[in-house]
């Protein structure tokens, strides 16, 4: 397995009186996607939010490319080079696609060179660039917020639930898009309810249940054992082909 | 890239809708100008007063009652300077007046600025997230300051002499209209224009739209949202002030209760314009200042409640507001 970029070691979260993460452990190897499965409320999210700053972790330790970054503030991790993609997309509703695109630049200007090369992945950028976000499609909105992660050279992207209430010619969309960024060298973390987009694109595996890790390894291995998927996440991968 | 922006002329045509429905009701077309500039000026002295505490909401979620003490402390700094340089205000030149006005205004915004950088270091910033407190903590800074204000330059109002050459009106005809006003009307606009520019063609002002909707999300892309919330925090209290001494020349003086007078109409302009929204502030602030003065000159009986009247009405028709924020 390749070195890790995103090493979690017993880590914990809290909110409010709820104690979320209880000791969570796993890696993320560099260039490579990683998927992070696991049933509704396991701490997938919480997970996510824990390693961008935005919520505490109460204990245990999360090292980026090979940094102590547990305490590390929110926009310090993203000058760092993590890109993040909640679950609501955090679009900007009254802003432009492109004064959205323009915000994740921060070299404040944008590169027309990176721009082609996501009109490519996503050509409904292009066609509604001047247009608001709110106005904009769940699927457009889902490809303006992966395309902001992406509008400049990441070194980790988190991405979660993107195929999240999507058509499935989107989700085709997006699984094409995806592949597209494998071929980067960007690693990526992606929190997934959709066994066939997880299965199709991911390397590597980490299943969570109840604040802890579960299961960790290949993602092709999760793939081809029915039972472990059954064990794990409650049904086998086959029920969502 | 043909899906174009629209905008939503609505809110506007409202504002049309009111100046034509208030000329029959006026009679006169003479009397109806005087009325007019009259409320646009009213409106654009709230807007700047109101400007800030509405991106400061927007931004942090943050109920600053005391928005109102930063209104009293720039008129009473306004007035210390005024009255030292009264020689230059007795003056029938428009120069010799702006040369004691201008040093005024920069007392007044740079006091009520430093007071809100206070303000949001020592009182705001524990109670982030806490609406209650927030209201508690902030009404009681209000309080102190008024007391503070007394304690600084007396209880008793001070009389503010108009400028010699901003005195009186200007005639069309039947038409009277008060310098003073226009004045007022114009440095409104270049506020509003100011604003505008500032939000609509810099990129801190993206990020101020930005953060008015996702703060989250801002730092998420790498930007401190709380740098930013204090610059918008200082510069809000800064046009208070500016909004004050306007006022408080509108008025001819200055008391220390001012501020909080005006935290009534304030907060009605931001909820009618959209909490979070400058432009929503300044249409508001257009409608309370044109409605105040038709009203009151068309039914008197009825003006102490039309601008709830109008509040209520506007929000049956736009529950969260003529422009408002999506909060994502």
Known sequence: MAEALLSLAGVHTHIGQYHILQGVDFEVPRGGLTMLLGRNGAGKTTCLRTVMGLWRASAGSIRYDGKNATHTPTPDLARQGIAYVPENMGIFAGLTVRENLLLAAREQALDEKRLEWIFGLFPAMEKS?????????????QMLAISRAIVEPRRLLLVDEPTKGLAPAIIANMIDAFKELKRTDTTILVVEQNFHFARTLGDTVAVMDSGRIVHTGAMAALAADQALQTRLLGLSLEAHQ | MNAARRFDWMPLA??????????????SASTWVTLTVAGLAMG?????????????????????FAHGAFISV?????????????GRMEQPSLAANLSAMLPAALAAIVLAGALGLF????????????????????????IVCEQLIHVVWGPDQIPLPRAASLAGSITFGDVAIERYRLLAVLVGLAVFAAMWLLLARTRIGLLIRAGVENAEMVESLGYRIR??????????SGLAGLGGVMWAMYQESVNAQMGMQMMVVIFIVIIIGGLGSVGGCFVGALLVGLLANYIGYVAPKLALGSNILLMVLVLLWRP?????????
């Open chain 1, 129 to 141: 660039w001047h247009g608001l976000a709110g106005t904009l499609s769940g699927g457009q909105k």
């Open chain 2, 119 to 142: 303000f949001e270091r020592v009182v705001i910033r524990p109670v982030y997230g806490d609406h209650l407190k927030q209201i508690l903590v902030t009404m009681g800074g209000l």
């Open chain 2, 44 to 64: 654009m002295m709230v807007y700047m007063m109101a400007s800030g505490l509405t991106l400061v909401f927007g931004l942090m979620d943050v109920m600053n």
């Open chain 2, 74 to 86: 720039g008129a009473y700094a306004a007035a210390s300077v005024l009255l030292a340089l009264h």
């Open chain 2, 14 to 27: 409202l504002v049309g809708a009111v100046l034509l429905a208030a000329l029959p009701l006026v009679g």
């Open chain 2, 227 to 236: 740098r930013l919330f204090v610059g918008v925090f200082v510069a809000g």
């Open chain 2, 320 to 328: 969260n507001g003529l422009y408002p924020v999506g909060k994502s």
